[in-house]
């Protein structure tokens, strides 16, 4: 019988994986215990594993896509055997169902042209514009708009409007801008009356040939009709309003032919000299833009224009108001699957738990001379970090208040010190976690510290190494940070930010002297720790870090 192949789930955190290499294809055999694909979790990169003896019938998700925990990945099973049953148990069909199309949608274009027309009225927003009937939405006029309010229109219902004329203001919130409609014919249809709101992509109006009936498309509401691809592409351009007096007359070229061309775009070319009819647009019919003006190389104009220029008086050419320098360039990168993880559990963490932070500051001269003398006998190289680790440990058994843990209904106080330690890697940020390290050696804990760090960057660490966390400790110190605020690794209560040595004066015994100093910051859940809990925590942790011999007692 055909074996269904899930998505397993490699982490406590894990929602989805990333197929990141198929060791098999569709006809090989496998065995029982076969690495069938690595798959990219939220923390590391790991083998599946086959726990069937068969062919593989069937691969449902591609190299490089991700699918959540429990999808259907593979079909393992006799050879030959029908894979499409087991699907159907599962409720997974839809995929090879989606090749079953019915045949009248996968006929050619040419086939349904002698279908009857519908009535306007019931016709969809993509069949009106085959009619002429252009849909005018609210657009995205800046990063930050979702709404915007029609200040003022400038046209009413029955007015015949042009691809060029400006239909109304809207304010959004950050200006008040023009909107055009880039269409040519009658206004039909006003949505939102002047001094209302509208949503992006929300119906504004309706341009068309004079008398049609649009009332389909109004009773579809105002559900966008495109992707945000095509958006990105056609949507209507708004462009600021400007104090210059308005062109009274388009742009044209000298055949007579109207040129489009954006508002901004005109008071570009006009500044720069530019003849718009030299000019090839790259938007929607033509229209000419924004970047078309900036993208516009002189060279073809002739000689005829730079001989025209040439005998222009000096007074009379356009003085050139703006520089446009440079060009903005961006990368986009999809979002790993570490990454989803990392702004999916901070986001909850900092908007579920409510933080407060507490601030000290650590005399560091003791420590430096401890740290300095125990290296002359550890095996491994202390760190400042595992002193840090070793006191934390310490002082959460003297403090079991914050050794604890929001349970919705209880609250967990651990009797056991599990510190995970923050570690950055290349795509964000593990947390490894030192078990039971109140009993552990400073040595000890240095080696294992290390060791998770190299297994980390190295992408092999597994899901064991990094769960069950009482407390949490990062350090930026060996950045230069001198100080900082974490936001709590759930469902610890605490977290501790651990910044740079500073050597400042200092004052001892009455006299202002060199000294080391070193800023932590405790982030408590006040769900589960008070003020005045986390105080005395840190007061012991102080007192541990002064005075280091208190660590091997």
């Known amino acids: 019988m055909a074996e269904i192949v899930r998505m397993p789930k490699m982490s406590d955190t894990m929602t989805e994986g990333v197929m990141a290499k198929w060791h098999k294809k569709v006809g090989d055999k496998v065995k029982s215990g076969d ?102 939405r609210m657009p995205l006029l800046s990063d930050t708009m979702t709404e915007g ?42 949505g939102v009356e002047k001094g209302q709101a509208a949503k992006v992509n929300g119906i504004i109006a309706i341009v068309g040939p004079e008398g049609t009936d649009v009332s389909g498309i109004l009773s579809q509401g105002n559900a966008p009709a495109k992707s945000a691809a095509d958006k990105k592409s056609d949507a209507p351009v708004a462009e600021k309003v400007s104090s210059e007096v308005k062109e009274e007359a388009p742009a044209s070229s000298g055949s007579g032919d109207r040129v489009k061309a954006s508002p901004l775009a005109k008071r570009i070319a006009k500044d720069k000299g530019i003849d718009l009819a030299q000019v090839s647009g790259s938007a929607d019919g ?82 430096i001379a401890a740290r300095t003398k125990m290296n002359e006998f550890s095996p491994v190289k202390l760190s400042f970090n595992d002193l840090v680790l070793k006191a934390v440990a310490v002082a959460l058994k003297q403090h079991p208040n914050v050794n604890s843990s929001w349970r919705g209904d209880t609250i967990r106080y651990n009797e056991h010190v599990n510190i995970g330690v923050a570690i950055a890697v290349e795509d964000g940020l593990l947390v490894p976690v030192v078990r039971f390290a109140d009993g552990k050696s400073l040595s000890r804990i240095s080696a294992e510290v290390k060791d998770f760090a190299q297994r980390a960057k190295a992408k092999k660490l597994q899901p064991a190494d990094w769960e069950g966390s009482t407390f949490t400790v990062s350090n930026l110190g060996m950045f230069g940070i001198d100080e900082f605020t974490a936001i709590i690794n759930t469902p610890d209560s605490c977290i501790l930010a651990i910044g740079g040595i500073s050597q400042v004066p200092v004052v001892k015994n009455g006299a202002v002297v ?40």
Not at 154 to 164: Q, R, S
Not at 323 to 345: D, H, L, N, W
Request: overall charge negative; proline content about 5%; charged content about 30%.
């Open 35 to 136: 690495v069938m694909a690595e798959v990219e979790t939220d923390k590391a990169t790991m083998d599946l594993e086959s726990y069937w003896d068969g062919t593989v019938l069937y691969i449902g998700v591609e190299e490089g896509k991700a699918v959540p925990v429990d999808a259907v990945i593979a079909v393992v099973g006799k050879e030959g055997e029908d894979y499409k049953a087991a699907l159907d148990a599962e409720g997974d069909a839809a995929a090879p169902a989606a090749a079953e199309k019915p045949a009248e949608e996968n006929k050619p274009a040419e086939d349904k042209k002698d279908v009857p027309a519908e009535s306007a009225a019931g016709l969809s927003e993509a069949e009106l514009e085959k009619k002429g009937v252009t849909v005018i």
């Open 149 to 190: 309010v029609i200040a003022e229109w400038h046209k009413k219902v029955g007015d015949k409007v042009k691809d060029d004329d400006i239909l109304a203001d809207v304010e959004t919130d950050k200006a008040t801008m023009e909107v055009m409609g880039y269409a040519t014919g009658t206004l039909l249809h006003i």
């Open 286 to 367: 033509g229209r000419i833009i924004k970047k078309d003006i900036e993208n516009f190389k002189p060279a073809a104009a002739g000689e005829s224009s730079s001989a025209k220029a040439a005998s222009a008086p000096a007074e009379k050419a356009a003085p050139v108001l703006t520089q446009y320098i440079g060009e903005e360039k961006f990368t986009e990168k999809p979002v790993s699957q570490m990454r989803k993880v990392i702004a999916k559990r901070l986001s909850e963490s900092l908007f579920t738990a409510p933080h407060f932070y507490l601030t000290m500051v650590i005399d560091m001269d003791a420590a």
């Open 514 to 553: 060199p000294g080391n100093i070193m800023k932590v910051t405790l982030s408590c859940d006040h769900r589960t720790v008070d003020g005045a809990t986390g105080a005395a925590f840190l007061q012991t942790f102080k007192a541990l870090m002064e005075e280091p011999v208190r660590l091997l007692v």
